[in-house]
């Protein structure tokens, strides 16, 4: 299935930087085997960061549905810390679905590549299909060698589509990401400032911030008497934080049971996505694992532990659009957190809370602007906000992307 990518793999000699040389590379990433004979192009391989220890970063890129040089870029980064963004793309935002089969495809009609080029990459090193060849960068990595690695991915990317080079890009993600988000945002506007190093466009950042249970008052009252957080977890049984409302998938065989909206989605998706990207021919369409990792590919990697920083307010006083967004039955990234985390920052208030809608005349949620940050609720998500509210987060998505507060 598809080409091999020598030329897209992170062992491959320099290439020639002429136009020739720039429309071989992408040929040989294009991902040739695309169901239902999908209009526009994607493509996937491997993008070199350190060619001294060998760490290379995996990615999937979907172009636009329609006319793509007309649309911006989008980096989406998934969190965990450690969980791999080909999760936000198959299980939620991208232009395709795993089916039961664990073999065949679906499309998703709320896609993001609908509004924009979707970018998905793997990082850190360690995560998902990215590799070193040190070890130690397993062990040593952080949130600011994670947003250096980052940047240094999406320079070298862009010389491989330096079609792509000045257009309006955004980074978006979720949970975790919210803590890589800013800081490779802020990473970008130091780097701009340089120069004779290539520019990157940035427009915006989207992201839930990271803000666990454990910090909000009300609920440190509550479970004053839980003192370690495993006994708090053991009472809290088949409870899905991410989702208080989910079924659950439940296999015998498996330490934790996955889970899932009530809204009809699969609560076993997970599963189908480990299945299909540990089959050979598909990790050959998309040119990943070249060098024969060791490890099944996962979801989530724990070999990345978090580390927390705080740049939101820099990122803010730069100019750069910044939204956060949270579910209302998310119970990791909460909105109460999420409000006792805006009331620490002190963000004037600059059109007080209203209710947005979604393309069905529903209400889509609850909105806030404030001076320099907007932040959204969306109704009836959890922490997977696409997952769970398709239709929503694409309207959200789409005000994003053009500087509008999401529809009255």
Not at 221 to 233: K, P, T
Not at 351 to 380: C, M, N, P, Q, T
Request: charged content about 15%.
């Amino acid at each position: 299935m598809g080409s091999s990518c020598q030329r897209c793999s992170p062992l491959a000699s320099k290439i020639r930087k002429d136009a020739f040389a720039i429309q071989l590379i992408q040929l040989f990433c294009l991902i040739l085997i695309q169901p239902g004979k999908a209009a526009f192009d994607q493509y996937a391989g491997y993008v070199t960061v350190d060619a001294t220890t060998g760490k290379a970063l995996f990615y999937y890129f979907a172009e636009a549905a329609e006319e793509p040089s007309t649309k911006p870029l989008v980096l989406w980064l998934n969190g965990g810390p450690g969980c791999s963004s080909l999760g936000g793309a198959m299980l939620e935002i991208e232009p395709f679905f795993i089916n039961r089969d664990n073999k065949t495809l679906s499309r998703n009609k709320y896609a993001w590549n609908s509004v924009a080029n979707m970018h998905f990459l793997e990082s850190p090193a360690g995560v998902g299909f990215s590799y070193s060849n040190r070890t130690s960068d397993y062990n040593n990595t952080g949130d600011r060698s994670t947003a250096a690695d980052a940047y240094t991915f999406l320079i070298n990317w862009l010389e491989r589509f330096p079609e792509y080079k000045g257009r309006s890009f955004f980074i978006t993600g979720e949970s975790y990401g919210g803590h890589y988000i800013p800081q490779l945002a802020n990473t970008i506007l130091s780097k701009n400032k340089i120069m004779n190093t290539t520019m990157i466009n940035l427009k915006g950042v989207a992201s839930r911030k990271i803000a666990a249970l454990i910090i909000n008052r009300t609920y440190t009252g509550l479970c004053r008497a839980a003192i370690e957080a495993e006994a708090a977890n053991h009472e809290k049984g088949l409870i899905d934080q991410s989702n208080i409302y989910a079924s659950f998938c439940w296999d015998a065989s498996a330490p934790q049971q996955q889970h899932a909206s009530v809204i009809n989605i699969d609560p076993c998706a997970s599963y189908y996505m480990r299945s299909y990207l540990t089959r050979h021919e598909v990790q050959r369409a998309f040119h990943a694992n070249t060098t024969g990792l060791k490890q099944p590919w996962s979801d989530c990697s724990h070999i990345i532990s978090p580390e927390n920083w705080k740049d939101a307010q820099h990122l803010i006083s730069s100019g750069v659009s910044t939204w956060l967004y949270s579910g209302d039955i998310d119970a990791v990234c909460q909105v109460t957190s999420t409000l006792y985390s805006l009331d620490i920052l002190g963000p004037q208030i600059k059109s007080s809370w209203r209710a947005w809608y979604s393309d069905d005349d529903e209400v889509g949620g609850y909105v806030v602007e404030y001076k320099g940050l907007v932040f959204a609720i969306v109704r009836g998500a959890g922490h997977m906000v696409p997952t769970y509210q398709p239709q929503r987060a694409l309207t959200l998505f789409s005000s994003f992307l053009h500087g509008e507060l999401p529809p009255e």
